[in-house]
């Protein structure tokens, strides 16, 4: 039976919001309201999707491109609640719903971009584009519907359709495969310790350890596993060098142990049919087809930022692999220096360095205060304000809603954020939207949300914030942001729909004003004092930041380089892993610093589609907004106004409505040199 029978999309608290502030009104959702407004839902869009494509008019702008941009509103608003409380609230029957929706809204989806009548009517429109008079933003939505539907496969004959589905198919399940085999070998490997092993290991550590080894039946002792979290503070702190040495080969060679989860032959099978998958489609390389839609766009200018930062990285690290030689000589070792010495004897020049302990900063970082400092940073910035609405109902009582105003104090949209941890939240932090901002027919104002994972304090005591936690607070304030200032037409290049390089310039570039001067005076507030945060506390803080950037600017650009050796090629290497030997042998890499990630366990790259020929992107995000920050640096004013203002609307308020590349321009009126950032991580 049709559950739509059952389900009345106009009138259902789930797609029609009247609660309080056009928010949904939370107090009439169940967790069993979700599945049947799905199916309900769903079948809704098919519908308009039908109508569209089986349209008897000629195609036009409004009848078909921004038909398909409106359809689905019931959709979007049942999607956006549901994956809300997937992430922020989640419990058994909500799990249980992800397991059956995520299938269907795939098939949904794709469903949709192989629909050849739908196609004809966007490629009617795209081949006529030039004689429609279109506005800039209107021709850009339009280029990048056609183009998404077009590297879906719409243009390729039957034949070319079924080899691409099939390819499709086959690296999603070899993705998973290839996720699963690291996760097992992960799993299988723990190193036993016993309490004269562990002397001298910080507390939390200890405690993680022997948390690890009573989950794996050994009650009493300590467990290293293969866990980052234990791995890396493991080989920071322990005085053990022959443990250390065991635990990195067991850590490098995850996934390439032979047996069962070896992941060789998966990469090695993985790359074919990329290859084939991006010939088949028109390009010249998987690499070319990933980067064609992003703001680098080839793999020219991917090298064109790795190469310099490669050389200087290299520098840096042979300077601190000396000062670390020198360290591990007066202490007494007579052993060629290794790459398992690295982070412990980097830990020991730090402490050396930089005398000062996080637990002295936490005292001046508030929550509250933090949260104030994010908003007066906005404040200051783009003129909008914030104001807390009390008393409303969301997906949990701790979640808060503000009420973001504009300049002249007309409303423009709502900010919900839901701070603490508690086990019905993964980990993680993020931003989101219930609704993004958008002008196309009736219009939307934008909702959107941030989720953190602060440790709730006692009754009646404040939360108080590490530095990096402060900074993740502004870095997911800053994408919020990002949804929030959007001044768009089309949904579809909304707030944050940019590419995967250009998404994460809003959020850290947001950043870097948690550390201006004036805002730190202003909120950094002592808990019991009120006083402001020490000016020689801020210093080391400041001074610290750049501390082991030579190693881990080598570990993370040999990786990307691998990436795009890997992806860059017409063909695929026939023996991956000789050929990521090979081509490490070539970049002189260090034998004392290992890849962040080595092929048999690089997730970002294999375990799906995510980052491949991609992993580049956090250091392209990271040159913008060096060189954006600096921008504010040159005039001396961390607020510059007309700067400001430049910033917001070419960056914070155009979403995706422009290419990337002339976004950046128009703020700073040139492109970026990774100078700025090779300045931030210290590396001239
Ligand atoms: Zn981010």
Redesign the pocket.
């Known amino acids: 039976m049709s559950s739509s029978k059952t389900v009345d999309l106009a009138t259902h608290p789930l797609t029609l919001w009247q609660g309080p502030l056009g928010l949904p009104d939370f107090t009439r959702i169940g967790d069993n309201d979700f599945g049947p407004v799905f199916d309900a839902a769903l079948e809704s869009h098919q519908a308009e999707i039908d109508a569209i494509a089986g349209s008897s008019e000629a195609p036009t702008i409004d009848n078909t491109l921004a038909a398909l941009e409106l359809a689905g509103e019931p959709l979007d608003r049942v999607s956006s609640i549901f994956w809300c409380r997937a992430g922020a609230h989640t419990n058994d029957d909500i799990q249980a719903l992800e397991r059956d929706i995520s299938p269907k809204m795939s098939r949904h989806f794709s469903a949709i971009s192989m629909n050849e009548k739908l196609f004809a009517r966007i490629d009617d429109l795209y081949q006529r584009r030039d004689s429609l008079n279109l506005d800039p933003e209107t021709l850009r939505v339009l280029e990048k519907t056609w183009k998404g539907f077009v590297r879906s496969g719409a243009k390729l004959d039957a034949e070319g359709k079924k080899r691409l589905a099939a390819i499709n198919e086959e690296l999603s399940s070899l993705g998973t495969k290839f996720g699963q085999n690291v996760l097992a070998d992960e799993r299988d490997w723990a190193l036993f310790l016993d309490e004269a092993d562990v002397a001298g290991l910080p507390d939390f550590l200890k405690s993680a350890m022997a948390e690890a080894a009573e989950m794996r039946g050994q009650k009493g002792r300590y467990a290293v596993t293969l866990s980052r979290s234990i791995y890396e503070p493991f080989s920071t702190f322990s005085e053990r060098r022959d443990l250390r040495e065991t635990v990195f080969r067991a850590f490098t060679m995850r996934g390439q142990n032979g047996g069962a989860s070896d992941n060789t032959d998966v990469v090695r099978d993985m790359l074919k049919l990329r290859a084939e998958k991006a010939k088949l489609l028109g390009y010249e390389s998987f690499a070319a087809l990933k980067l064609d839609d992003t703001m680098a766009k080839t793999p020219k200018a991917v090298h064109d930022l790795l190469d310099p930062v490669w050389q200087k990285a290299l520098e840096k690290a042979a300077n601190d692999q000396k000062e670390l030689e020198r360290l591990a000589t007066e202490a007494g070792s007579n052993d060629k220096f290794a790459a398992w010495d690295w982070r412990f004897y980097q830990e020991k020049l730090r402490a050396e360095k930089f005398a000062f302990d996080e637990a002295e900063l936490k005292p001046y970082l508030q929550l509250e205060r933090v949260i104030d400092a994010c908003f007066d940073v906005a404040t200051n910035l783009f003129g909008v304000t914030f104001e807390e609405k009390r008393g409303i109902a969301a997906w949990h009582p701790d979640a808060r809603v503000f009420m973001v105003k504009n300049v002249d104090g007309s409303e423009r949209g709502l900010f919900l954020a839901d701070y603490f941890a508690r086990p019905s939240k993964r980990s993680g932090a ?2 989101s939207a219930l609704k993004s901002g958008y002008k196309l027919g009736p219009g939307a104002k934008p909702v959107i949300y941030n989720i953190m994972n602060f440790a709730k304090p006692p009754a009646g005591e404040a939360a108080l914030l590490s530095v990096d936690e402060a900074k993740t607070l502004f ?2 304030f ?2 919020a942001l990002h949804g929030m200032l959007t001044d768009v037409t089309w949904p579809s290049v909304s707030g944050t729909s940019v590419s995967r390089d250009f ?2 310039l809003p ?2 570039l947001y950043e870097h004003w948690l550390t201006v001067p004036a805002v730190l005076e202003k909120h950094a507030l002592h808990v019991k004092t009120g006083k402001p945060m020490p000016k020689d506390l801020l210093d080391k803080m400041l001074a610290a930041r750049t501390f082991g950037a030579g190693f881990a600017t080598v570990e993370f650009t040999a990786s990307a380089l691998i990436d795009m050796a890997y992806h860059a090629r017409p063909d695929a290497p026939a023996e991956p892993l000789r050929f990521e030997a090979e081509t490490l042998e070539k970049l002189d890499m260090p034998d004392t610093i290992a890849m962040r990630h080595r092929t048999p366990h690089f997730g970002h790259v294999f375990a799906g589609d995510g980052y491949s020929a991609g992993y580049y992107s956090y250091m392209w995000s990271e040159v913008l907004d060096a060189d954006a920050f600096s921008a504010f640096e040159e005039t001396g004013d961390p607020f510059n106004p007309e700067l400001a203002e430049r910033l917001r609307k070419n960056i914070y308020a155009a979403g995706g409505s422009k290419d990337p590349e002339e976004l950046y321009t128009a703020f700073r009126g040139k492109m970026p040199s990774p100078e700025a950032m090779m300045v931030k991580r210290g590396l001239v």
Do not use: A, C, R
């Open positions: 993020w931003m870095h997911e800053g994408h998404v994460e959020s850290q």
